[in-house]
């Protein structure tokens, strides 16, 4: 059996990107169910579980023994985030721009700066119905989504499919979730905004050499200009969902709606076994 990463990415969020990636999980049966979406994660809200914490997430920072600085400025000059700036009485540390790299302790020439840990957020999981789920948390006020997408994606088996609910957008916390993966799903709307966060998406899979998919959600709620990009830039539309009072009630409650609406168990099996054969 192939074994695959397939990310559920958007080019903006509230375009359904979630509910598909928790529904075709639930509806494959054995795979991984990666929510790498940290700063607020959200496939645990359709699954009845109970979270473990697996790992804390630290980075580095620097400590500065402003007794033994001299003030030469060598810190600030290697720092390329602007983390520390030497003023001709006093040097300051802004933790909130800095990522850990340790080139100012390195670099310092006085021994001024040692390093201690900061803590990022965690990883947790859990287990359901052979269904391995895991999530990475950001801590509240840290701005670093990467080192904890990249501890949860750790968690991943080369023995299972995982399916990987990457974050919204196309900044770093996207490209470090999209990282390895063998198929990209892109889910859109029908709408003028939709097809623009569409085509930013595109860019960047392409980019990075990704195969990639088309999911258009809430069919009905706009116009055929996605279905035309598509057609025009050879992207295959893999599934289009409408735009449906059932699905939206179920998932006000928390519901994944392939328990609502069975048969479209049966599709996201297909859609599988479709991307299967487009990366086999």
């Given at each position: 059996m192939l074994q695959m990463r397939i990310a559920v990415a958007s080019g903006k969020g509230g375009t359904g990107k979630t509910t598909i990636a928790t529904n075709m999980?639930?509806?494959i049966g054995k795979v991984q169910l990666i929510d790498c979406d940290v700063e607020e994660p959200n496939c645990h809200l359709f699954l009845d579980l109970n979270l473990e914490v697996l790992e804390r997430v630290y980075k580095k920072i620097p400590s500065i023994d402003k007794q033994a600085c001299n003030l030469c400025g060598v810190c600030s000059e290697v720092c390329r985030k602007n983390a520390i700036a030497v003023l001709p009485n006093d040097v300051l540390f802004f933790e909130e721009l800095c990522n850990g790299c340790g080139g100012c302790a390195r670099a310092c020439p006085t021994d001024a700066i040692t390093e201690e840990s900061s803590e990022?957020?965690?990883?947790?999981?859990?287990?359901i119905n052979g269904l391995q789920f895991f999530?990475?948390?950001l801590n509240?006020?840290?701005?670093m989504a990467t080192p904890i997408i990249a501890a949860v994606k750790r968690r991943i088996s080369e023995d299972t499919t995982a399916i990987v609910d990457v974050p919204p957008g196309t900044g770093c916390p996207v490209l470090e979730s999209l990282r390895k993966s063998d198929f990209a799903i892109l889910v859109t709307e029908p709408t003028p905004f939709g097809l623009e966060d569409l085509k930013a998406a595109v860019g960047v899979t392409r980019a990075m050499k990704i195969m990639t998919g088309v999911i258009i959600n809430r069919v009905g709620i706009g116009d055929d200009?996605?279905?035309r990009f598509c057609k025009e830039e050879g992207i295959p539309i893999i599934l289009e969902i409408p735009e449906s009072r059932e699905i939206a009630e179920a998932y006000s409650e928390g519901i994944p709606f392939t328990e609502v609406l069975p048969e479209w168990k049966d599709r996201f099996r297909d859609l599988y076994s479709h991307i299967k054969e487009l990366v086999g």
């Open positions: 999980a639930l509806s990022l957020g965690v990883v947790e999981g859990a287990t999530r990475g948390l509240v006020g840290q701005p200009r996605v279905n």
